[in-house]
């Protein structure tokens, strides 16, 4: 079956600090991948998606890139800040038809001024 | 995309009592998910819900427990009965489509007390 997994957190950064949150997964067929991202007290948004091998996906300052080699999918950022502080999912969307998300455990992440 | 309005968007309840979730998307979707975000954990799917025929269960979960209505192709209600402090957790209901990403709800967070 599909799974995600992700680095454990929590992570705690300085403002301005390099982050990478690594994810790796199992699937079959071709799977889309995600990162969504839960901000506190909020439901979870999409942060940036790659739909196929060597993709990046990016969205304010985050990038990830698909590496099928690998079975990665590490979010990084050059530069966070405290407004980034928010629990992050690694999920995928299985090719084969397939409309369920599998997620994985979150990572949380706080910044600290 | 979708927008999902989701409510409530918090409650308090006694055990033993039911709580019944709405959530209403803008657009008309074939499938919907409802999603239980224990304290600290991951995304854990409960059910998949179809218009038209009886939700789909995730082992684990029951239509006794949780039963679920899919009036139509743009609402879905989940109801939590027979409330124990171990329901307590964040219900999100979800739309997606093959390869696409996935859109929440703003969840409900569910206190049993």
């Known amino acids: 079956g599909n799974s995600v997994t992700q680095m454990e957190g929590p992570v705690t950064l300085s403002e301005e600090a390099f982050l990478t949150i690594n994810c790796t997964y199992t699937?079959?067929?071709?799977?889309?991948l995600f990162w969504y991202v839960q901000y506190p007290g909020e439901g979870l948004q999409l942060l940036l998606k790659?739909?196929?091998?060597?993709d990046k996906g990016s969205n304010k300052g985050f990038e990830a890139t698909y590496r099928k080699e690998t079975t990665s999918f590490h979010l990084e950022k050059g530069s966070v800040q405290v407004s980034d502080s928010a629990v992050y999912f690694c999920?995928?969307?299985?090719?084969?038809?397939?409309?369920?998300?599998?997620f994985g455990k979150g990572t949380k992440l706080s910044v600290i001024p | 995309s979708a927008v999902i309005s989701q409510k409530p968007s918090r409650d308090i309840c006694q055990r033993g009592t039911s709580l019944t979730i709405q959530c209403q998307v803008d657009?008309?979707?074939?499938?919907m998910f409802w999603y239980r975000q224990q304290p600290g954990q991951s995304l854990t799917l409960i059910a998949t819900?179809?218009?038209?025929?009886?939700?789909?269960?995730e082992s684990g979960f029951v239509i006794d427990k949780f039963p679920i209505s899919r009036p139509n192709l743009t609402f879905s209600t989940l109801t939590v009965s027979n409330m124990s402090p171990e329901d307590s957790s964040i219900y999100l209901c979800?739309?997606?489509?093959?390869?696409?990403?996935?859109?929440f709800g703003q969840g409900t967070r569910l206190t049993v007390v």
């Open positions: 979800s739309v997606d489509r093959p390869r696409a990403e996935a859109f």
């Open positions: 699937a079959t067929g071709y799977p889309s």
């Open positions: 790659a739909t196929k091998a060597d």
């Open positions: 999920a995928l969307h299985s090719g084969a038809g397939s409309y369920q998300l599998t």
């Open positions: 657009s008309q979707v074939t499938m």
């Open positions: 819900a179809n218009q038209g025929s009886e939700a789909t269960y």
